[in-house]
Every structure is written in C-alpha cells, then in structure tokens.
C-alpha cells in the first residue's frame, strides 16, 4: 500500500506503508531474497504507520526543514527516537558533547541537541 503522506526524499515516489512492524520486516526479506538490498522497517512520525528505509543508514536521518543548528545550518532529524540515541552515544563517546534526544516541534523526527 502507499502513503498519501509520506514520499521518497530520493525520487518523491510515495512510499509503501505498512500497518504493522511484523508486515514491514516480511515486505524488508521479500525485497532481500529477490533485490539483494537490505532494508530495515521504522515507524513513521508523521503518518504513525511503518515504511522501510536502506540498511546502509545506521542512523536514518533526513534535514529537517524547520530547525536550525547555531551556525544556521538545517539540522538533521532522525527517523526514529532509537535511531537518534543511537547517533547521540556514538558522538557522545567520539567525543565530550553531552547530546540529548528531543522530538522535532514540526513532526520532523527527532534532533540532537547540546544540553
Ligand atoms: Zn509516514
Ligand atoms: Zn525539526
């Protein structure tokens, strides 16, 4: 099934959804067995159902287009809270930051942020 809400930053194809996390991961191994690609099933913010996103992105992130980071840059907002603090302990063991997990203000996903 596609998304009326959510498309593909890559090709703005609608993206299939998902009802359940269990329908996602069998739709991720028919595409493994048949495409070889790797795929991983996350829960969607915005539409609250489940899509699949490449393997390869540890930490699924997107720019968010509403927040920006001190320098003005558009920060990066993760897919997901567990793919946020997953990105938080790497950096915060390369190196002295204390990051925290906050949930984007526009539905966006989730950013890090210094506390
Ligand atoms: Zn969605
Ligand atoms: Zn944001």
């Not at 996602?24 to 067995?33: L, Q």
């Not at 320098?71 to 002295?96: C, P």
Request: contains cysteine.
């Amino acid at each position: 099934m596609k998304s009326e809400t959510c498309f593909s930053k890559k090709n703005g194809e609608p993206l299939s959804q998902y009802y359940t996390q269990l329908d996602a991961e069998e739709a991720a191994t028919f595409i493994k067995e048949n495409y070889q690609s790797s795929l991983i099933a996350y829960e969607c913010n915005k539409c609250e159902y489940w899509h699949l996103t490449p393997k390869s992105r540890h930490t699924p992130s997107i720019e968010c287009h509403s927040c920006f980071d001190g320098s003005g840059h558009r920060k990066q907002a993760y897919l997901t809270e567990k793919g946020a603090l997953q990105r938080a302990q790497i950096l915060n063991l390369q190196s002295s930051l204390h990051l925290r997990v906050y949930e984007c203000m526009f539905g966006n996903g989730w950013h890090l942020t210094k506390t």
